[in-house]
């Protein structure tokens, strides 16, 4: 069974620093191109970054382009985030979701920008 | 970026009806290698979403018959045959044909 769980989230000030991280079972990690989508509280889903199976390539949206940075580590089946320079915009639910299109999401693990 | 539009926002639906959520993109989803990404995604309530249909038409395992895709270009429409209670939730198309990945606003589905 495909699995991904989310952690890393929590309240962070204005200008901080944030790492998530997305661990992931239940299938070949490293064939699998992956992805992270966020849902600011009460809104729609947005799509914010993805990165090729081999870390090749990678793309963002331009709201997050020079602050965050996707990456991982095959060996150990791990998706991370690395968000810099946080804005109270970045508040959000945030899914790690495998390939893509998105085919299975994580539960979301909550970051609040807020001083 | 490529702008996804959906209609209607909100959805009444009596239980046992059939309903209908249109998706229109600001321009073609059709990739170079001959597909269309046209993916479509529903929420319940407190939890994450779900892929329901990708490559507009295509079923995800597991999604009951009652719900199929169709479209071409930039009109793509979702479609439940007879709805139940189950089926209610916020209900997204996302394109990912284009840099960067779009999604729609949304279509909240409720129980008339």
């Known amino acids: 069974e495909v699995q991904l769980v989310e952690s890393g989230g929590g309240l962070v000030q204005p200008g901080g620093s944030l790492r998530l991280s997305c661990a992931a079972s239940?299938?070949?990690?490293?064939?699998?191109?992956m992805s992270w989508v966020r849902q600011a509280p009460g809104k729609g889903l947005e799509w914010v970054a993805y990165?090729?199976?081999?870390?090749?390539?990678?793309y963002y949206v331009d709201s997050v382009k020079g602050r965050f940075t996707i990456s991982r580590d095959n060996a150990k089946n791990s998706l991370y985030l690395q968000m810099n320079s946080l804005r109270a915009e970045d508040t959000a639910v945030y899914f790690c979701?495998?390939?893509?299109?998105?085919?299975?999401w994580g539960q979301g693990t909550l970051v609040t920008v807020s001083s | 970026d490529v702008v996804m539009t959906q209609s209607p926002l909100s959805l009444p639906v009596t239980l046992g009806q059939p309903a209908s959520i249109s998706c229109r993109s600001s321009?073609?989803?059709?990739?170079?290698?001959?597909?269309?990404?046209l993916n479509w995604f529903q929420q319940r309530p407190g939890q994450s979403p779900r892929r329901l249909i990708y490559?507009?038409?295509n079923r995800d395992s597991g999604v009951p018959d009652r719900f199929s895709g169709s479209g071409s270009g930039t009109d793509f429409t979702l479609k439940i045959s007879r709805v139940e209670a189950e089926d209610v939730g916020v209900y997204y198309c996302?394109?990912?044909?284009?840099?960067?990945?779009?999604f729609g606003q949304g279509t909240k589905l409720e129980i008339k």
């Open positions: 979701a495998r390939y893509r299109q998105l085919d299975y």
């Open positions: 490559k507009v038409s």
């Open positions: 321009q073609s989803l059709v990739h170079s290698d001959g597909n269309s990404y």
């Open positions: 996302m394109q990912s044909t284009h840099w960067p990945n779009t």
């Open positions: 990165i090729k199976q081999d870390g090749s390539e990678n």
């Open positions: 239940g299938f070949t990690f490293s064939s699998y191109s």
